[in-house]
């Protein structure tokens, strides 16, 4: 079963609001087993919204429908409906029941124009809003090869779209849903490679096969899979998946460090906190992101102990007690004492430090590098890299380099058995 | 001249991710006074992307597409492209050694796959892309009716596309533009108070005016007014703006912070530098994003010196030297000392502290306050909030006011025409 969302409105057409409705819907309807197939935004203008629902419903067997319910002469959902089914509008008598009952328990005098979101397309059943004046439609609407497609029509504001489809929507559609089946999604993450290195290193037709769904995407700088499988029920979905994950993981080995919602960080307090240790920052380039993704981690004050953002020479000799000659150098030796530094500042048992980042390189140029450090009780990491790529990702890129050292770090201290 | 924009990928059809970058180009297409008719979004799957394709072009005279250049098997754009116009795919040497050049520079072995990244349907010329593997497409397509259709394809990676856009896209358009009537929009920033709050500062209709139009909305915490003038050139809009920006500062003083781009932090490091002064951060809460906004100006390193990021007792006694005793407590005069040790610790004019952030409380509880605190030559400030609001814009709202806070300070420092 094939579906189609349809957001409707000025101002998303406009760029002038971000739709997150599209977006929502989507994932509802996946969940449920129907599968997204087109996405279409137009604006409030009727020849192309009704163009809009006749193609929606001639190619797919559910049409969501978000925006355009209001009472003010710019909402033309019902009307562009209607006409895209060739129907007539009705007032329904217990629609306007609901909306006069709204506007009396708020104690407001209902506007005239309100009595426009009582009318339906003919043959609509009426999906109930419990926290809005204007109430869904639910449509079966004939399709040109003599099947019909069910057609729901929701209010834009996101909230009022939300309760009604938790209230009634998602029901109505789940018993539509053929044979019961389930779709699952599996994401897992990778860092440290770029997306075409990692997918030379699957199997070939790993990313063309369909039982499950396997894709893949760059987020960020991070690579994530994307594993979509169907199923009778959630065992046999994670049946299906089990296998893709660890073949992922086998052929990628630590390039893999989570699934799901992780982010490194959260993998690295993770680490940290199973074996009660302890980390502090000193950051440059990075100017206090790593900072504030470690203490982003729900819980993580356990094991992220704070840091030093340094923008400045006098920074590091106020904050950590480095001279500036030594520090302001980008170099090896710079970023190792920070590091060093820090971790007997804050006594913590790793620390990690982010170098000064160099000049951006010109297209033309080779870039330069900067410089990361991890302490820790079995000494020093230090690791070199270029300062390239695209400006608006390198700080993300760098902060996720910094993060992913301290993860390789901890992993290979938990390999050699010490007492890391 | 309309146009229609099309996102491509399994992923955002899926609902995995937020598209935010069919709102991006609307926005650019909008300022170009390109108006916006549709938006398509689909998966990545052969026939429904040339479908989708062959439908832009015949109902709009520019398209522009986002997503499915990448180098992998499912990143179908350039093939599907090919199909709608039925053109053959041809590699185009001068493309393919731009992405030699890119492996080369970043002294990686380019992948055989990444050779299709320099596959082009005939005909077609090449849009650059500076920081990327993927180029885009620039073509003219043949429509039902005998006319063409301006065909552009860019990567979906957000920081690429942008900066393929404002590189060549956007002039490109500009040139297509009919009658040449510009459409010029300007942001007038404020923070401090709510939307309706500040509605109701503003004479009656203010917001119903439509030459120029002007708009409000809520982004992250900031209140944004949007003008947008039409005329003839820049002269004519800016003629018809003025006034309007010019009773926005009258009516909400220190409430408007700034204009287009400017974010708090700009504002704050311009006040700095004019004055030649300087500031260093200690943060609990906030835990590096206020650092990380100051950090992130550029030039900004000579008024913000640097900081300090607090997660645990133990970090302010090590990078301030502060008791824990008295820190661990969430207060007003620990907040003040707190500030007051970091100006002196790092020897800046300012220092701003954020204190640590209380529980959030329950709908029907009294939230609880946090406290922050600027420290300067004429004394400290300290002002105390109330912890509440909604959980995924809090940490913004806090950081807001942090900045918000010293912007009043200096503000109130250079009217009082001391030394400051």
């Given at each position: 079963?094939?579906?189609?969302?349809?957001?409707?409105?000025?101002?998303?057409?406009?760029?002038?609001?971000?739709?997150?409705?599209?977006?929502?819907?989507?994932?509802?309807?996946?969940?449920?087993?129907?599968?997204?197939?087109?996405?279409?935004?137009?604006?409030?203008?009727?020849?192309?919204?009704?163009?809009?629902?006749?193609?929606?419903?001639?190619?797919?067997?559910?049409?969501?429908?978000?925006?355009?319910?209001?009472?003010?002469?710019?909402?033309?959902?019902?009307?562009?409906?209607?006409?895209?089914?060739?129907?007539?509008?009705?007032?329904?008598?217990?629609?306007?029941?609901?909306?006069?009952?709204?506007?009396?328990?708020?104690?407001?005098?209902?506007?005239?124009?309100?009595?426009l979101?009582?009318?339906?397309?003919?043959?609509?059943?009426?999906?109930?809003?419990?926290?809005?004046?204007?109430?869904?439609?639910?449509?079966?609407?004939?399709?040109?090869?003599?099947?019909?497609?069910?057609?729901?029509?929701?209010?834009?504001?996101?909230?009022?779209?939300?309760?009604?489809?938790?209230?009634?929507?998602?029901?109505?559609l789940?018993?539509?849903?053929?044979?019961?089946?389930?779709?699952?999604?599996?994401?897992?993450?990778?860092?440290?490679?770029?997306?075409?290195?990692?997918?030379?290193?699957?199997?070939?037709?790993?990313?063309?096969?369909?039982?499950?769904?396997?894709?893949?995407?760059?987020?960020?700088?991070?690579?994530?899979?994307?594993?979509?499988?169907?199923g009778?029920?959630?065992?046999?979905?994670?049946?299906?998946?089990?296998?893709?994950?660890?073949?992922?993981?086998?052929r990628?080995?630590?390039?893999?460090?989570?699934?799901?919602?992780?982010?490194?960080?959260?993998?690295?307090?993770?680490?940290?906190?199973?074996?009660?240790?302890?980390?502090?920052?000193?950051?440059?380039?990075?100017?206090?992101?790593?900072?504030?993704?470690?203490?982003?981690v729900?819980?993580?004050e356990?094991?992220?102990?704070?840091?030093?953002?340094?923008?400045?020479?006098?920074?590091?000799?106020?904050?950590?007690?480095?001279?500036?000659?030594?520090a302001?150098?980008?170099?090896?030796?710079?970023?190792?004492?920070?590091?060093?530094?820090c971790?007997?500042?804050?006594?913590?048992?790793?620390?990690?430090?982010?170098?000064?980042?160099?000049?951006?390189?010109?297209?033309?140029?080779?870039?330069?590098?900067?410089?990361?450090?991890?302490?820790?009780?079995?000494?020093?990491?230090?690791?070199?890299?270029?300062?390239?790529?695209?400006?608006?990702?390198?700080?993300?890129?760098?902060?996720?380099?910094?993060?992913?050292?301290?993860?390789?770090t901890?992993?290979?201290?938990?390999?050699?058995?010490?007492?890391?």
């Amino acid at each position: 079963m094939h579906a189609e969302v349809i957001s409707i409105g000025d101002e998303v057409i406009s760029g002038q609001i971000l739709d997150t409705n599209v977006q929502w819907l989507s994932q509802q309807l996946e969940e449920l087993g129907i599968r997204v197939l087109y996405h279409s935004g137009v604006g409030d203008e009727l020849e192309p919204l009704v163009e809009t629902f006749s193609r929606a419903i001639a190619r797919a067997e559910v049409v969501v429908a978000t925006g355009g319910l209001g009472p003010t002469a710019d909402d033309l959902t019902r009307e562009a409906l209607a006409n895209a089914v060739g129907r007539r509008l009705v007032r329904d008598a217990e629609a306007l029941r609901q909306i006069q009952q709204l506007f009396a328990r708020r104690k407001r005098e209902m506007p005239a124009r309100n009595e426009l979101q009582a009318m339906f397309p003919e043959g609509s059943r009426i999906v109930r809003n419990p926290n809005g004046t204007a109430p869904g439609i639910d449509l079966d609407a004939p399709r040109p090869d003599g099947a019909t497609s069910r057609v729901i029509a929701l209010p834009g504001v996101p909230a009022e779209m939300k309760e009604m489809w938790h209230d009634s929507v998602e029901e109505l559609l789940r018993r539509m849903r053929p044979g019961g089946r389930l779709i699952r999604h599996t994401r897992v993450k990778c860092f440290g490679a770029g997306e075409s290195q990692i997918e030379a290193r699957l199997p070939d037709g790993f990313l063309r096969q369909t039982d499950p769904v396997v894709g893949i995407n760059a987020s960020q700088t991070t690579i994530i899979f994307r594993i979509a499988a169907a199923g009778a029920d959630e065992a046999e979905c994670r049946r299906k998946t089990q296998p893709v994950v660890a073949a992922i993981r086998q052929r990628l080995g630590d390039l893999v460090f989570g699934e799901g919602d992780d982010e490194l960080e959260d993998v690295v307090v993770r680490l940290l906190q199973s074996r009660k240790q302890t980390i502090a920052v000193a950051e440059w380039g990075t100017a206090g992101t790593v900072a504030e993704r470690l203490g982003s981690v729900a819980g993580g004050e356990t094991a992220f102990c704070g840091g030093v953002v340094v923008a400045s020479p006098g920074a590091l000799r106020a904050a950590l007690g480095l001279e500036a000659g030594e520090a302001t150098a980008a170099d090896r030796a710079a970023t190792e004492a920070t590091a060093v530094a820090c971790r007997k500042r804050f006594g913590t048992d790793y620390a990690l430090a982010v170098s000064r980042f160099p000049p951006l390189a010109a297209a033309d140029e080779t870039p330069r590098p900067f410089y990361l450090a991890a302490a820790g009780p079995a000494g020093v990491t230090v690791k070199e890299l270029p300062y390239a790529g695209h400006p608006a990702m390198l700080r993300v890129w760098c902060c996720k380099q910094a993060l992913n050292l301290v993860r390789l770090t901890l992993l290979a201290a938990a390999r050699l058995g010490g007492p890391s």
